[in-house]
């Protein structure tokens, strides 16, 4: 194994126990990429312990210089972009063109935060008493814990270690065993950059390493990206250990097109909400909702469309989508089309595996377009993650708004409509952290991101991301020269 895809604990690479490695294949052809390290929970209390030891230097460094560290690892991240963007199509079947400009995102991501990391600032607080002056500090957390899923490793990872260099804290990565290797790069390109040992650490593993990562009760902030039953495994951890917790989960976003609905263009969002990266991203506007007057000709041309969708090798230019990451989540795929059609769903594009031999090493799916879907049903509730859609015909406005909550998630939501007081009322109504109107799948370093409900909480990207990372401490100065009656509160 070599120095690329060893661990690195306290500025060290550090290599797998014998016997304890992952194999990563490249889900378009199959191919062995690397063998990762699969960490054993000594490791990673090791990779804790080193993050804590860092923190006491780490956290007293000046805003000014964690934020020339994080420019300058944002230089080398752009300086590396394609490199990293091929490393990730690789590793995880995305497209190129969508893996390059995940590599830019996250560069832009690091360069946010740059800007805020001396800019942490306490307030003064006027209190009723003038003798007594108050003020508070924000200060770093400590260790904080981040683990990703593979669907989008550099960008995820930069939502979260962006904010937590910048506020102070260090860090223990866990990465996706499914796809590990632009994370290891990263953390080659954070010694470059300068970073102190022991500042970023990463271990990598399957849920064994994760458990042992989230377990470890000298954590300040755990940050999890992946699906609602692991979060759920970890929240049941956290509330013995009482870390806090950022969880990023799954969603069912719906996707709304309403009789004034710029028609192209919504066309086009719908398909870029479910096809584009196969539909594995937790954003994916997997349920369309369109209003009856347009609904047979919408349903009619997406098949079309998604019939027309070039499958091939994720690095070719002309490919349009790409294959699943791994055979595992193919056939959990093709288990919930396999149960939709059962339960009555009516299949008007894809459903299966493509025929070209050419693709059959890959772990591909035809893009998928599913009509009348009942609202309370398996595929309008579920996640499927997959490039699946589910549509279904609404009446009216309220009518929409309510099939659009009907779920147990809340991440994102789209609306088209060229009725401007629509477009706030809807936005108002819908639960969810993010409502785009007359776009779909649009981010920005500015803009928070999170869910609610099933989806998660917490907030990443944005100025509020920052506060994930740091806890206030109010400071209380008596400024009087009184003697107190010991047995009475000062108030
Ligand atoms: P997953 O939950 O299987 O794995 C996510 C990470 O958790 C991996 O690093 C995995 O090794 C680790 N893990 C697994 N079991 C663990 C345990 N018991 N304790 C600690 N860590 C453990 O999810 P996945 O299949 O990698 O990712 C797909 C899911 O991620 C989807 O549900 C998708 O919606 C969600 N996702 C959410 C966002 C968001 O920002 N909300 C973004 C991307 C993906």
Redesign the pocket.
């Known amino acids: 194994m070599s120095d690329d895809t060893a661990m690195v604990i306290g500025g060290r690479p550090v290599l797998p126990e014998p016997g304890r490695t992952i194999p990563v294949l490249n889900p378009f052809d199959g191919h062995l990429l690397a063998d990762i390290p699969d960490a054993t929970a000594q490791q990673v209390t090791d990779a804790v312990t080193a993050a804590g030891e860092a923190f006491e230097r780490w956290s007293r460094v000046p805003g000014v210089e964690r934020a020339r560290l994080l420019t300058r690892l944002a230089d080398l991240i752009e300086a590396n972009a394609e490199r990293l963007a091929r490393m990730e199509t690789s590793d995880n079947g995305k497209l190129l063109g969508e893996t390059r400009v995940q590599a830019r995102f996250a560069a832009r991501n690091y360069r946010f935060f740059a800007g805020q990391a001396d800019k942490i600032y306490g307030s003064t607080i006027p209190l009723d008493s003038e003798s007594t002056f108050d003020y508070t500090t924000r200060e770093p957390v400590g260790v904080a814990a981040l683990?990703?899923?593979?669907?989008?490793p550099m960008q995820?990872l930069a939502n979260k270690l962006a904010p937590a260099l910048a506020a102070g804290c260090t860090v223990v990565i866990?990465?996706?065993?499914?796809a590990p290797l632009t994370t290891l790069a990263t953390a080659a390109l954070v010694e470059e950059a300068g970073f102190p040992p022991g500042v970023v650490n990463v271990v990598t593993?399957?849920?064994e390493?994760?458990?042992a990562?989230?377990g470890d009760a000298r954590l300040g902030r755990i940050s999890?990206?992946?699906?609602?039953?692991?979060?759920q495994?970890?929240a049941a951890t956290a509330a013995r250990t009482l870390v806090p917790l950022t969880l990023?989960?799954?969603?069912k976003s719906p996707n709304i097109v309403f009789e004034d609905a710029p028609l192209d263009r919504a066309l086009a969002g719908a398909l870029a909400g479910i096809f584009a990266a196969g539909g594995q991203?937790?954003i994916a506007g997997s349920r369309l909702l369109v209003h009856r007057s347009h609904y047979e000709r919408m349903v009619t041309e997406l098949a079309a469309r998604a019939e027309s969708i070039v499958l091939g090798d994720p690095l070719d230019p002309a490919t349009q989508m790409g294959p699943l990451a791994n055979k595992e989540h193919l056939e959990r795929v093709l288990a919930m089309v396999h149960d939709a059609r059962s339960a009555g769903a009516s299949l008007r594009a894809g459903g299966d595996r493509p025929a070209d031999p050419a693709l059959r090493a890959g772990c591909f799916l035809r893009p998928t377009v599913f009509a009348d879907v009942g609202p309370g049903s398996a595929l309008a509730q579920e996640?499927v993650?997959g490039p699946v859609l589910a549509v279904m015909p609404f009446a009216s406005e309220d009518e929409a708004v309510e099939i659009a909550n009907g779920t147990a998630y809340g991440?994102a939501s789209g609306v088209w409509t060229r009725d401007l007081a629509r477009a706030h009322r809807v936005a108002r109504r819908l639960v969810a952290g993010t409502v785009w109107v007359n776009t779909y799948r649009a981010g920005a370093a500015q803009a928070p991101?999170?869910?609610v409900r099933r989806?998660?909480y917490g907030r990443?990207r944005g100025l509020e991301a920052i506060d994930e990372y740091v806890r206030t401490k109010n400071v209380m100065i008596d400024l009087s020269e009184d003697v107190r009656d010991p047995f009475v509160i000062k108030a």
């Open positions: 683990i990703t899923a593979w669907n989008s995820l866990k990465p996706s065993e499914q593993g399957g849920p390493a994760g458990a990562l989230t999890f990206t992946g699906s609602v039953r692991t979060g495994a970890i990023e989960l799954g969603g991203t937790c996640e993650f991440l991101f999170g869910g989806s998660g990443e």
